[in-house]
């Protein structure tokens, strides 16, 4: 079954520095998606992605986040300055769609740690 | 807020005995997902029940749908070691959904 790629798995990084984290969606999928979930927490939508424009965003996606589809096969999330409470499982999605929010197909997920 | 919220967060039962969660939720749906996360894990999408459907089968899972009491249920029978997991339910909202909302998930724990 195709799948959702995420690299890299792991990211550390100093507290203020930016963080770029890479996603290739299923190819012929047209909505992309950011989550994160915080250790043991639950999963928490950050922003939506169709036809190279944010669809939606959530009051976390501030403007120290960024999303681009730089290349028609990459989605990445920037983050700008981050603090210690960026530090969390960031999961990619894409999802075919094609009425409402279909199945949504994950990636394993980058552990982002800020220190 | 639409968030789907399950109960129990936590559940521990022995092998071979069936599991139930619940998800409630608050707005209304296009549909209503379960999906299932091994520690440390992206998420698997396992079942859509539709919000004109009731109940949906998927090999061991049994999903309900009660939208008027907002609610659903995931049934796993004959349980696993293997299913020890969290399960999450996510919704959409009928107005222009552009994302899914996940619930505080189930803890569950299979006991050989």
């Known amino acids: 079954e195709p799948e959702v790629t995420q690299t890299p798995s792991h990211q550390v990084t100093q507290m203020g520095q930016e963080v770029i984290l890479r996603c290739v969606p299923i190819s012929n999928h047209l909505y992309f998606y950011w989550y994160r979930q915080i250790l043991g927490q639950k999963v928490e939508f950050l922003v939506s992605?169709?036809?190279?424009?944010?669809?939606?965003k959530s009051e976390i996606f501030d403007d120290q986040f960024s999303v681009e589809r730089p290349d028609g096969s990459n989605f990445t999330l920037k983050i700008r300055s981050t603090k210690l409470e960026d530090s969390a499982m960031y999961f990619c999605?894409?999802?075919?769609?094609?009425?409402?929010?279909?199945?949504?197909?994950f990636g394993s997920g980058t552990q982002l740690s800020v220190l | 807020s639409q968030q789907g919220e399950e109960d129990p967060q936590a559940l521990s039962i022995q092998e071979g005995e069936n599991a139930t969660m619940n998800c409630s939720y608050k707005t209304s749906i296009n549909n209503l997902q379960w999906y299932r996360q091994n520690s440390g894990r992206g998420l698997v999408h396992l079942i859509l029940?539709?919000?004109?459907?009731r109940e949906k089968h998927s090999g061991r899972l049994r999903v309900t749908l009660d939208t008027s009491k907002k609610s659903s249920s995931l049934l796993i029978t004959a349980s696993r070691a293997a299913d020890t997991a969290s399960y999450f339910c996510?919704?959409?909202?009928?107005?222009?959904?552009?994302?899914?909302?996940f619930g505080q998930g189930t803890r569950l724990t299979i006991n050989p």
């Open positions: 029940i539709r919000s004109n459907e």
């Open positions: 992605f169709y036809n190279n424009e944010i669809s939606e």
């Open positions: 999605a894409s999802s075919a769609r094609t009425g409402g929010v279909e199945k949504l197909f």
């Open positions: 996510a919704t959409d909202g009928i107005q222009g959904a552009q994302k899914l909302v």
